[in-house]
């Protein structure tokens, strides 16, 4: 039995590798569609995480609130961080970083000496 399933297991990792293979590299369009497919992607893990943080809240609130009405004390739990609204997804395209001129030092105009 393990040995059939080693050789199975042997078998497709050799022939998934030779379909790799096959694979024409990416084009650079395909690349910059991938890089902003994962930034969506993130951003949305983001805003799934505020909108979670923010409905945690709202049960802590609820919880306390009835507890209250029942004349129990609830004591806070450590401070947690207020939730961080990611804000709306904004994804600059790739050349637009390159073409935004980069200010150094070494590009500031060096200051005359004064003159006596």
Do not use: I
Not at 22 to 40: C, I, Q, R, T
Not at 78 to 107: H, I, R
């Amino acid at each position: 039995m393990n040995r059939t399933a080693a050789f199975t297991l042997a078998s497709l990792l050799l022939s998934s590798s030779a379909v790799w293979a096959k694979l024409p590299p990416l084009s650079d369009e395909a690349k910059a569609k991938a890089a902003e497919a994962a930034a969506k992607t993130a951003h949305a893990g983001k805003v799934d995480n505020y909108k979670l943080c923010k409905s945690m809240d709202g049960v802590a609130a609820r919880y306390a609130a009835e507890a209250k009405k029942q004349g129990k004390t609830v004591k806070p739990t450590a401070s947690l961080a207020p939730c961080a609204d990611p804000g709306a997804f904004v994804y600059p395209p790739p050349g637009a970083a390159a073409a935004a001129p980069v200010k150094t030092m070494a590009a500031a105009p060096a200051a005359a000496p004064a003159k006596k």
